[in-house]
């Protein structure tokens, strides 16, 4: 059981370049959750899904985009880097259907620093 | 959601009780008090929730006042690997609202 695993765990990108940030997680929980996190702040909302197939902006979504085409799988892409997007991403998820409660299970993040 | 409002820092010497606040005072009657914590560059970890009454599992208790204006999450033997960025949340756990909402957390410092 390896909980909620994110990939890379780091990437360097110049400014203008694309890529994907892809998150799995092996619970079968139904919620996944986009995170970032800038120094010396805490987590900032980016993208959220509450299902296979669904997704939904959080607080800070300009820049990014989702896909969740699989339950265990929650893609976050950058189209076009630019230096304010420089930060580490965290993956999260939770919510096993008939559960009570949100806890949320973190990944191990990714450390992204655009150029 | 409400917002939280937590002291920046804290110490504590090892094996003595950690006691972090939280003031909440804008709480309202469906929002739950949540307690994660961040240890150096992890991903934040659950510790404890709770809505009204006081709670306790393996790893800390939470005091919530009766007013719920504010609680207190309690480490209760401290070890030098409770040195973490310790977060207060207040947040509702409708279904498909399940969104916290991280300050900047109390960094508590466990002194040898």
């Known amino acids: 059981n390896a909980g909620v695993t994110q990939t890379p765990k780091f990437r360097v990108l110049k400014t203008g370049q694309s890529m994907t940030l892809l998150c799995a997680q092996d619970?079968?929980?139904?919620?996944m959750y986009w995170y970032r996190q800038d120094p010396g702040m805490g987590l900032r909302l980016i993208h959220y899904?509450?299902?296979?197939?669904?997704?939904a902006k959080g607080e800070v979504p300009d820049g990014y985009n989702v896909s969740r085409l699989k339950k265990q799988n929650f893609l976050l892409g950058l189209e076009s880097a630019a230096p304010s997007q420089t930060s580490v991403y965290f993956c999260?998820?939770?919510?096993?259907?008939?559960?009570?409660?949100?806890?949320?299970?973190f990944g191990p993040g990714t450390r992204l620093t655009v150029l | 959601d409400a917002k939280t409002t937590q002291p920046p820092s804290m110490d504590c010497a090892e094996g003595r009780a950690a006691n972090l606040p939280c003031n909440h005072s804008?709480?309202?009657?469906?929002?739950?008090v949540y307690w994660y914590r961040q240890i150096h560059s992890q991903g934040p970890q659950y510790i404890i929730h709770?809505?009204?009454n006081n709670e306790t599992n393996e790893m800390a208790s939470l005091i919530i006042t009766e007013d719920r204006k504010s609680s207190t999450l309690i480490l209760p033997h401290a070890t030098l690997r409770d040195t973490a960025v310790y977060y207060c949340?207040?947040?509702?756990?409708?279904?498909?609202?399940?969104?916290?909402?991280f300050g900047t957390g109390t960094r508590l410092t466990i002194i040898p």
């Open positions: 619970m079968n929980h139904e919620y």
């Open positions: 899904s509450v299902g296979e197939g669904t997704t």
């Open positions: 999260a998820s939770s919510w096993l259907a008939g559960g009570t409660y949100n806890e949320q299970f």
């Open positions: 949340i207040v947040s509702t756990t409708n279904f498909g609202n399940e969104k916290l909402t």
């Open positions: 804008t709480i309202s009657g469906n929002e739950y």
């Open positions: 709770g809505l009204k």
